[in-house]
């Protein structure tokens, strides 16, 4: 059984940084291509970034580009989300998702829906 469980959430004051990882076992990491989705209250889960399998390619939300890092560490079955620069709309609750398939493409990436499993979800807020 394919199990993500996300960590690093937390309260942080805007300009701060936090970074986000994601375990993953129960299945063949490696070849997957993952991403991270957050959703705050009310609002539609939404798209952040993108890396696939090797680590060699990323994409990311436009709200997110130039402060948010992805990265994947494919011996340790874990994935990173560093956040800097944080702004108050970045709080939501975070999560990690991996696709059954091996296909990297845009826009489908971006789409929750093709993503076959998800964590739990971490809350991080940004408040002074």
């Known amino acids: 059984q394919v199990q993500l469980v996300e960590s690093g959430g937390g309260l942080v004051q805007p300009g701060g940084s936090l970074r986000l990882s994601c375990a993953i076992s129960g299945r063949t990491f490696s070849y997957n291509p993952m991403g991270w989705f957050r959703q705050a209250p009310g609002k539609e889960r939404e798209f952040v970034a993108a890396?696939?399998?090797?680590?060699?390619?990323?994409f990311y939300d436009d709200s997110v580009k130039e402060r948010f890092t992805i990265s994947r560490d494919n011996a340790k079955n874990t994935m990173y989300l560093q956040m800097n620069s944080l702004k108050p709309e970045d709080s939501a609750v975070y999560y990690c998702?991996?696709?059954?398939?091996?296909?990297?493409?845009?826009?489908?990436?971006?789409?929750?829906?093709?993503?076959?499993?998800w964590g739990q979800g971490t809350q991080v807020t940004v408040s002074s």
């Open positions: 998702a991996q696709k059954r398939s091996t296909l990297f493409l845009f826009p489908g990436i971006t789409t929750a829906g093709n993503y076959d499993y």
């Open positions: 890396i696939a399998s090797s680590g060699g390619r990323s």
